[in-house]
């Protein structure tokens, strides 16, 4: 039933359309002015007052289906303005276990109530490329984003989800952490995920800017060590989009928004059990259940048939050598880490314009610990700081008496694994070069980063030549880099058609960026 501040407001709107239509405003100018929408405009526009009063009349002694839950979704636009007619609609399934309308009819009746009460909600102007759809079993997306959300103490705190999509299908499986990602994090919830699809595709699509690559080599990825070896025994093939092509993973880009507008928003946070036991309810009752706009079918209808096409994933994978607390973050110009809300020194010099300035951190209940490869010496070793925002620095990361030598030092050993040929060479470099040995060292340095395969037995030819200088060590791994290729190719040469089963063989200090803690979306 209409109340009577709700027919002073209708009336109110149907005056001010007749004022503003008489100043020459169009239709669309004045539902933009008055937060309507544009039928209602042209409905008011050809009434009559009388009409109009017949209208009301006529509203008052009209009920709808969901009156009885008025109240309730004026709360909700109220507290919520953003909410869309979907999360109305879903949350009267799940709050209130009514689903006796379509969400047609909940949209329009949460409009009527906008309108009424001038409640306007913005837009997202985001579009999508349409995309070919994929055969079944042939590919999954995953994604990553993050969301700030209102805790049930009042607080606000941050939460990281990883989102797999069956690129056929539209199945979808999601899961949550409350604090940023680390490797095993991501190998856990692929084989999460896996069990929850019951198989896996043959491949499997990220965003190259995220968090397995480094860099592309003509197609040839780069990837952490423990998630390569992952992949390796899984034996999934892994496709990597530009940042400058998401229309190849815009299945999972829409997910990520869709979890994030219409299961996250304006949900408080208790603890994460119960957040993930909603979220994989909201999944059953909505995110797969309702029907796909583009594909006009349910995912959990059209994931029965593509369940059978997927492969089979076989015993449980075994975490072998990684450390459950070693995750990456960068050293930034100011020679600082961010972790948990907080900064941490590093030595002065640390940051380097021609390096990928990636930090290993390991904590216990007390201390963290800063290195610069994942097993190498510790750099800087800081007591965990309580509450966010505050600044922890050791003093003497900010000396500079011989820090640079020092640390340049310090890099080439943990960047070589041979140690030995490492201390022979920043030996012989110090006493023949006394005054220039920054300069030279940086020359090594450049080397080991351009030919990490070939520089210690670049160093062994030193030895054996009996030079001592940082040029004639780039020179030398410039000279066998065109040897080898030249054996590539006369390799080739001889047999052309093995020439794809041949793959190169990187170190483990070539992976320069690992995961940094789930980008914003």
Known sequence: MESEDEDVERLKIYNEVHRLRSEGFSNSAIARKL???????????????????????????????????????????????DISGAQVFDW???????????????RNYVNELREIYHIPKVLSSRQYSTVPELPMGQQIQVDFGQTRVLTTSGEYKRLYLIGFVLAHSRYKYIEWLDRPFRTTDLIRMHENAF????????????????????????GDLIMTTEFTKYQQARKFKVYLCRS??????????????????????????????DWQDSCMRWLKRTGNYKKHHNTKKRPVEVYALEKQHLQKVSGTYIFEDISLSSITRKIHKDNVIRFEGNRY????GTYRNDTSNIAYVDTDDEYLYIRLQQSGKILA????????????????????????????I???????EDKQAANWLVGVLAEEYPRHLIDQLKVVQSVILKYPILVEKAIDEMKRLRLKSANDLRDIALSLEIQSKKQESDTVTVNEKYKDLVAPERKEDIYLRVLQGGANK
């Open 244 to 273: 400058s092509d998401p229309e190849s993973k815009g299945k999972i880009e829409q997910v990520i928004k869709y979890v994030k507008n219409n299961f996250a928003k304006n949900r408080r946070f208790d603890n994460l059990i």
């Open 410 to 416: 310090q890099q080439i050993e943990e960047m070589l």
């Open 35 to 81: 937060d309507i929408s544009r039928n209602t405009v042209i409905d008011y526009v050809s009434m009559t007052p009388d009409e109009f009063y017949l209208f009301v009349i006529s509203l008052q002694s009209r009920s709808k289906i969901l009156d009885p839950f008025r109240e309730k979704i004026l709360g909700w636009i109220k507290e919520h303005p």
């Open 381 to 408: 070793k800081h007591k965990k700081a309580e509450g966010n925002g505050k600044v922890i620095s050791d003093p003497s990361h900010r000396k500079r008496s011989q820090t640079k030598r020092d640390l340049l």
């Open 345 to 348: 020194s590093v030595p002065l």
């Open 92 to 106: 009267l399934e799940e709050k209130e276990n009514f689903n006796s309308v379509s969400e047609g009819t909940v």
């Open 195 to 218: 069990r929850f699809y019951g198989g896996m595709t043959t491949e499997i699509v990220y965003d190259q800017d995220r968090l397995l690559a480094v860099s592309e080599n003509a």
